[in-house]
């Protein structure tokens, strides 16, 4: 299986890139912020509980989202991998995944990063936040806060997956066809 951790801050273009790495390498997407906003919409408990830390800018618990990553994995048998988008955000959230993937005879083959410099991140952000209806996208200080939740909680995952001889960074500003190849690359090198 190719299972790709799609790393990198809020607004770094991990959903965008995802799109398109699905469809050329058959892959299932899973991102743990699309299936959460899915829970609000519904307005399950989950989803209510949820909307208010995602509006803060601050984590959802790991159980949480381990639990629904880990049914989503078993919902998917058969499947050529994972690109994992926004998840995992902290390392009792990684080793969790590392589990549940070796239960199922496989792991995570690598963690490609989209680095992209933080005053271009809010720009994005906050553009995106003019078309997404996002409330956490419109929202300067939740943006702000998001980095720093990013760089406090998530950015360590990095030494996580060094550790393992899985890290690659790509660099993320340019255009999407540009920084789509790069990460071809990137996987195309550790398949072969
Ligand atoms: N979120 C979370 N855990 C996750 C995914 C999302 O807590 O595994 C929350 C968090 O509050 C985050 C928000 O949902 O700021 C939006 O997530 P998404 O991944 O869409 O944001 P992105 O980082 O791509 O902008
Ligand atoms: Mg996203």
């Not at 989202?65 to 994995?73: L, R, S, Y």
């Not at 988008?85 to 963690?111: H, S």
């Not at 490609?112 to 419109?138: H, N, T």
């Not at 980095?147 to 030494?159: A, C, F, G």
């Amino acid at each position: 299986m190719l299972n790709i951790v799609l790393f990198g801050p809020p607004g770094a273009g991990k959903g965008t890139q995802s799109t398109r790495l699905l469809e050329k390498y058959g892959l299932v997407h899973l991102s743990t912020g699309d299936i959460l906003r899915a829970e609000i919409n519904a307005g399950t408990v989950l989803g209510l509980t949820a909307k208010s830390l995602i509006d803060k800018g601050e984590l959802v618990p790991d159980e949480v989202v381990i639990g629904m990553i880990d049914n989503k994995i078993s919902a998917s048998a058969n499947k050529n991998g994972f690109i994992f988008d926004g998840f995992p955000r902290t390392t009792p959230q990684a080793k969790a995944l590392d589990e549940v993937l070796q239960k199922k005879n496989t792991g995570i083959t690598c963690m490609l990063a989209l680095e992209v410099p933080e005053p271009e991140l809010i720009v994005r952000l906050l553009e995106r936040g003019k078309v997404s209806g996002r409330a956490d996208d419109q929202d300067e200080n939740t943006v702000i806060n998001r980095i720093k939740v990013y760089n406090e909680s998530t950015l360590p995952l990095k030494d996580f997956y060094k550790a393992q001889e899985k890290f690659a960074a790509i660099h993320g500003v340019g255009t999407v066809d540009a920084i789509f190849e790069s990460l071809c690359e990137a996987i195309d090198g550790v398949k072969a």
